[in-house]
């Protein structure tokens, strides 16, 4: 079944889009770019809810079987196999359409794939699933301008053309439908053989902010059934730790359409929100979210063997019919436990007991809407903030959210945002994670705070600079009990505050992508509790300070990319508790202290081939891994606004 899309297929004219009952997404799509010419026939089948006998019994009759019923489905089966040998060798092309990730489902694809290593049968499975013990998945893209217009086209006007509708009126409906071949087919069979009033009505409408799911049932229903799917598996789950995929999903629409979702924000969240308190079990969550084809997980950095627990370089992206569906379900949700508001000025349910648990608001401006004020903030627990301006003042309102768990505030311009109203936060006794994006961190430095429940806090993409250099500002004032301190792709870090070093409670220490800092402070052994030292691709990074040796508690220590390091600690071999090194791309080092050979507990190295020359002389027992390195590229336009 793998071997058939091995590369992509051409696309076919629209008269060759095939009519079909199924509520698959990818089905009007995939028939546009199937090898109609490469078989000598070609049979499809909808398997949806059927069972396993009903679909086998069709493929029967569709053979040419004069059986009315076989008495099982292995009769039926043994049947086929009989059948399929004597077309000898002419091919034939299966679709199995709408197929669902159910057990039942993969049992079928089992006996399916069996027969057609038996015969000349190629098989070809659409599915809102991936199957990944039958072979890699082709994903399929929204539609473009082009494609979704022709197929509105087929869709919507009546052959005999017997009315006008204006071109640009058109375009304005198909791009409400957002690529989803679906939705473009089900508007354009409503629109059809209607006057022009109605074509306007239904966008107008829409352009005012109602969602397309109020008017067309059939789009609704089509995609609330991957939802009642999730709803179904965590309803089955024993652990309450895996009840959450349909929360998941819905958390999903709290970020902003068409940018893309950092998981680690996600983790932040479920973290807090679902008790989720090791990072993969998120990722878990996203990785079947992703296999339902309900989101889309993306990793900068393709090292598919390398699971280190950070998750930096991980980010969603949804196609925004889906990111719409969320938006909607939240809003049917009876508890009200999402608020999302899209729009400074947009209208805030009409409920006096909405008690959110997430707030999210997003406002190129940063302006915020004035009916706020009916809405009881006390319960939210996590806020996410979204703006595109130079400066940004948090809500007054924040002070009243004395249950706020997580902050995340994204500035989506190209350079770091001004925050102020910093020191609201000060009067928060639950926040234990902040998030912060594009922010110029000097604007958050300027007045001393005091953050004691802190426990992570999150820099990316923020402008630090001389930040900490102000006196009046200590980090380890403002952070004393933070456990976790996350600094990601802060181009103009030049060196840590010495003070940082005082937050003796600090068990990880993830700096990457900052490529100008240059040194650690020299005190850094005083972070006692230290677990985990991530310095990756800071490549002006030269040496490491004598005291490093004092981290009396650090397990892992990563310095991959860190091109500059010329050499490690001579008495590195005193880090008695160090499990785990990766120095991947430390291309500069020449050899490695006699010391290493003290490292009693290490266990795992990730290297290169030269490096691990190095290790071998020493003959210690452990895992020596090397990894070829791929980069994906495609992750690149997400990070455009």
Same mark, same amino acid.
């Given at each position: 079944?793998?071997?058939?899309?091995?590369?992509?297929?051409?696309?076919?004219?629209?008269?060759?889009?095939?009519?079909?009952?199924?509520?698959?997404?990818?089905?009007?799509?995939?028939?546009?770019?199937?090898?109609?010419?490469?078989?000598?026939?070609?049979?499809?089948?909808?398997?949806?809810?059927?069972?396993?006998?009903?679909?086998?019994?069709?493929?029967?009759?569709?053979?040419?079987?004069?059986?009315?019923?076989?008495?099982?489905?292995?009769?039926?089966?043994?049947?086929?196999?009989?059948?399929?040998?004597?077309?000898?060798?002419?091919?034939?092309?299966?679709?199995?359409?709408?197929?669902?990730?159910?057990?039942?489902?993969?049992?079928?694809?089992?006996?399916?794939?069996?027969?057609?290593?038996?015969?000349?049968?190629?098989?070809?499975?659409?599915?809102?699933?991936?199957?990944?013990?039958?072979?890699?998945?082709?994903? %399929? @893209? $929204? =539609?473009?301008? #082009? /494609?979704?217009? &022709? +197929?509105?086209?087929?869709?919507?006007?009546?052959? *005999?053309?017997?009315?006008?509708?204006?071109?640009?009126?058109?375009?304005?409906?198909?791009?409400?439908?957002?690529?989803?071949?679906?939705?473009?087919?089900?508007?354009?069979?409503?629109?059809?053989?209607?006057?022009?009033?109605?074509?306007?009505?239904?966008?107008?409408?829409?352009?005012?902010?109602?969602?397309?799911?109020?008017?067309?049932?059939?789009?609704?229903?089509?995609?609330?059934?991957? %939802? @009642? $799917? =999730?709803?179904? #598996? /965590?309803?089955? &789950? +024993?652990?309450?730790?895996?009840?959450?995929?349909? *929360?998941?999903?819905?958390?999903?629409?709290?970020?902003?359409?068409?940018?893309?979702?950092?998981?680690?924000?996600?983790?932040?969240?479920?973290?807090?929100?679902?008790?989720?308190?090791?990072?993969?079990?998120?990722?878990?969550?996203?990785?079947?979210?992703?296999?339902?084809?309900?989101?889309?997980?993306?990793?900068?950095?393709?090292?598919?063997?390398?699971?280190?627990?950070?998750?930096?370089?991980?980010?969603?992206?949804?196609?925004?019919?889906?990111?719409? +569906?969320?938006?909607?379900?939240?809003?049917?949700?009876?508890?009200?436990?999402?608020?999302?508001?899209?729009?400074?000025?947009?209208?805030?349910?009409?409920?006096?007991?909405?008690?959110?648990?997430?707030?999210?608001?997003?406002?190129?401006?940063?302006?915020?809407?004035?009916?706020?004020?009916?809405?009881?903030?006390?319960?939210?627990?996590?806020?996410?903030?979204?703006?595109?301006?130079?400066?940004?003042?948090?809500?007054?309102?924040?002070?009243?959210?004395?249950?706020?768990?997580?902050?995340?505030?994204?500035?989506?311009?190209?350079?770091?945002?001004?925050?102020?109203?910093?020191?609201?936060?000060?009067?928060?006794?639950?926040?234990?994670?902040?998030?912060?994006?594009?922010?110029?961190?000097?604007?958050?430095?300027?007045?001393?705070?005091?953050?004691?429940?802190?426990?992570?806090?999150?820099?990316?993409?923020?402008?630090?600079?001389?930040?900490?250099?102000?006196?009046?500002?200590?980090?380890?004032?403002?952070?004393?009990?933070?456990?976790?301190?996350?600094?990601?792709?802060?181009?103009?870090?030049?060196?840590?505050?010495?003070?940082?070093?005082?937050?003796?409670?600090?068990?990880?220490?993830?700096?990457?992508?900052?490529?100008?800092?240059?040194?650690?402070?020299?005190?850094?052994?005083?972070?006692?509790?230290?677990?985990?030292?991530?310095?990756?691709?800071?490549?002006?990074?030269?040496?490491?300070?004598?005291?490093?040796?004092?981290?009396?508690?650090?397990?892992?220590?990563?310095?991959?990319?860190?091109?500059?390091?010329?050499?490690?600690?001579?008495?590195?071999?005193?880090?008695?508790?160090?499990?785990?090194?990766?120095?991947?791309?430390?291309?500069?080092?020449?050899?490695?202290?006699?010391?290493?050979?003290?490292?009693?507990?290490?266990?795992?190295?990730?290297?290169?081939?030269?490096?691990?020359?190095?290790?071998?002389?020493?003959?210690?027992?452990?895992?020596?891994?090397?990894?070829?390195?791929?980069?994906?590229?495609?992750?690149?336009?997400?990070?455009?606004?």
């Amino acid at each position: 079944m793998a071997d058939l899309v091995a590369e992509p297929p051409v696309q076919e004219t629209m008269d060759e889009i095939k009519e079909t009952n199924s509520n698959n997404l990818l089905v009007t799509a995939l028939f546009c770019c199937v090898w109609i010419d490469k078989f000598n026939k070609n049979i499809f089948l909808t398997v949806s809810t059927k069972s396993n006998y009903i679909v086998v019994q069709e493929l029967c009759q569709k053979l040419g079987s004069l059986e009315p019923a076989f008495q099982n489905e292995d009769i039926a089966f043994n049947w086929l196999q009989e059948s399929l040998k004597e077309t000898g060798q002419n091919p034939l092309l299966l679709i199995l359409d709408d197929v669902s990730p159910e057990s039942e489902s993969e049992s079928l694809l089992d006996k399916f794939d069996d027969l057609s290593k038996r015969s000349n049968c190629s098989i070809l499975v659409t599915s809102r699933s991936s199957f990944p013990r039958f072979g890699s998945p082709y994903a %399929l @893209d $929204a =539609l473009n301008d #082009k /494609d979704a217009m &022709a +197929l509105f086209r087929y869709s919507a006007i009546r052959e *005999d053309k017997s009315y006008y509708i204006r071109e640009d009126l058109q375009k304005k409906i198909v791009k409400h439908c957002k690529g989803c071949p679906l939705a473009i087919k089900v508007v354009g069979k409503s629109l059809r053989g209607k006057f022009a009033e109605s074509w306007h009505k239904k966008e107008s409408e829409w352009s005012k902010g109602a969602s397309i799911f109020d008017t067309e049932t059939e789009v609704l229903l089509c995609l609330k059934s991957s %939802l @009642d $799917a =999730l709803d179904e #598996k /965590d309803q089955n &789950a +024993l652990d309450e730790k895996d009840q959450h995929n349909k *929360d998941c999903f819905l958390d999903l629409g709290a970020f902003p359409e068409d940018q893309r979702i950092p998981a680690v924000a996600l983790i932040d969240m479920w973290a807090e929100l679902y008790g989720l308190d090791e990072d993969f079990l998120s990722i878990h969550y996203l990785q079947e979210l992703s296999s339902r084809s309900l989101a889309n997980l993306v990793v900068t950095r393709k090292e598919k063997m390398l699971a280190d627990g950070y998750y930096s370089e991980h980010f969603v992206s949804q196609h925004d019919m889906l990111r719409d +569906l969320a938006v909607f379900e939240a809003k049917l949700d009876p508890n009200k436990t999402r608020l999302i508001i899209d729009k400074c000025g947009g209208k805030v349910q009409k409920h006096q007991s909405i008690q959110p648990r997430i707030l999210s608001i997003s406002s190129a401006d940063g302006e915020l809407s004035k009916n706020l004020h009916k809405i009881q903030l006390s319960e939210v627990e996590v806020l996410v903030l979204n703006f595109q301006t130079k400066n940004y003042a948090l809500p007054e309102f924040v002070a009243e959210m004395k249950n706020l768990k997580v902050l995340i505030v994204t500035n989506h311009d190209s350079l770091p945002a001004e925050l102020s109203n910093f020191l609201l936060l000060d009067s928060l006794p639950k926040l234990k994670r902040i998030r912060l994006e594009r922010i110029s961190i000097h604007s958050i430095t300027k007045t001393p705070i005091q953050l004691k429940s802190l426990k992570k806090i999150s820099l990316f993409m923020c402008s630090i600079g001389q930040a900490f250099s102000n006196s009046s500002f200590k980090i380890s004032n403002a952070f004393q009990n933070l456990e976790e301190l996350n600094i990601d792709y802060c181009s103009d870090l030049l060196e840590l505050p010495v003070d940082l070093c005082d937050l003796i409670e600090l068990k990880k220490l993830n700096i990457t992508h900052c490529h100008k800092l240059s040194s650690l402070p020299s005190e850094i052994g005083k972070l006692i509790n230290l677990e985990v030292l991530r310095l990756k691709s800071c490549t002006y990074l030269e040496t490491f300070p004598a005291s490093i040796t004092n981290l009396e508690k650090l397990n892992s220590l990563d310095i991959s990319d860190c091109f500059s390091i010329k050499e490690l600690p001579d008495n590195i071999g005193e880090i008695s508790t160090l499990e785990k090194i990766n120095m991947r791309q430390c291309s500069r080092l020449n050899d490695l202290p006699a010391s290493v050979s003290d490292l009693k507990k290490l266990t795992e190295v990730i290297c290169d081939e030269d490096t691990k020359e190095f290790w071998e002389i020493f003959g210690l027992d452990i895992d020596i891994r090397v990894l070829k390195e791929e980069f994906d590229l495609n992750w690149l336009k997400m990070f455009q606004s």
